[in-house]
């Protein structure tokens, strides 16, 4: 299975506000939705108002519900124990993170097992690899270490070390940096690989945060090189979502907030695509002339499915 990213192949002009009439027809034509979690079903560590009744709404009438995020700080497992806290009940294998994404790219790819991954980025990219039976190295326990610039000064580096991942990381740091470019540039046939290249993300309900794409561009730089990205839009998350639930992807929605993800996510794997502006993208970004991924329909928020069928 590769990682592709694929240009949008254009859902016709515009997106259709979503209404009574075709959210009905959407729930009709559809057996599985596909949501996104930053931006559409909390912000940070706040839920976004409406979504547990809608969840359960769709459960009751018989739809699929699998989470797909971006977000590679946490693990699956981690990711359950969020759902819970906030009061929603959803398994670890409803759940697939870029986290989950970077450790079965390896999986799928026969990364031998004697070589180490090092890690820029959170536990949960270390708990997926760890899993999947890799050693990883990095992460958070790096997130204190500081180089010295002195004359006869040599930054060591495992040699052992066959792939960097890189996600988003809050500890980010010049150790963290030069490690991962030694590695990349050193280390005979190492491997580049990107749990997404967002932007932006909503660490915290109020306000948007740098994304995984600025660590990515850093690596990028210093690298001259580009990464193989196993999150949205790639489709690779899409080929383990298949294999479990055996669902024609023309009968899945993919719901989320960011246009280059999200929604050329679906767009690239043949599902039908609902904006929902309660996030990154906003409705005058949506229909700006330069705008090149329309989906198939928006709203303002997830809980409007439910608004919508009066319900």
């Not at 383990?240 to 719901?255: D, E, G």
Request: charged share 25%.
């Amino acid at each position: 299975m590769e990682a592709v990213k694929g240009e949008s192949p254009g859902r016709g002009s515009g997106a259709e506000l979503l209404s009574g009439a075709s959210v009905k027809a959407l729930l009709d034509s559809v057996d599985a939705f596909l949501f996104d979690c930053d931006g559409v079903i909390w912000k940070g560590d706040k839920l976004i108002d409406g979504v547990p009744r809608t969840l359960e709404m769709l459960r009751s009438k018989g739809k699929k519900l699998v989470f797909v995020t971006n977000n590679s700080s946490k693990s699956r497992s981690q990711y359950a124990d969020k759902f819970r806290s906030l009061g929603l009940s959803v398994a670890q294998d409803e759940i697939f993170s870029s986290s989950f994404a970077a450790a079965m790219y390896l999986k799928v790819n026969q990364f031998p097992p004697h070589k180490k991954v090092y890690v820029i980025g959170g536990e949960g990219i270390l708990q997926e690899l760890q899993l999947a039976g890799f050693t990883a190295l990095g992460g958070p326990e790096d997130g204190e270490k500081r180089v010295q610039f002195k004359s006869s000064g040599f930054f060591e580096h495992d040699k052992n070390v066959g792939a960097v991942v890189v996600g988003i990381d809050p500890s980010i740091n010049y150790y963290k940096l030069q490690y991962g470019t030694l590695c990349i540039r050193e280390n005979p046939g190492c491997l580049f690989i990107a749990t997404n290249r967002d932007s932006v993300g909503h660490m915290t309900d109020l306000q948007e945060w740098p994304g995984a794409g600025c660590m990515v561009g850093a690596i990028c730089g210093s690298t001259e090189r580009e990464p193989v990205v196993v999150g949205k839009p790639s489709t690779f998350m899409m080929d383990f979502l298949l294999q479990k639930y055996h669902i024609n992807t023309s009968r899945m929605c993919m719901v989320g907030d960011r246009l280059d993800t999200d929604i050329l996510f679906g767009q690239n794997a043949g599902c039908k695509t609902l904006l929902v502006l309660s996030g990154v993208t906003t409705q005058s970004e949506l229909e700006d002339s330069s705008n090149r991924i329309q989906p198939d329909y928006y709203t303002g928020k997830v809980s409007d499915i439910l608004e919508l069928l009066g319900e």
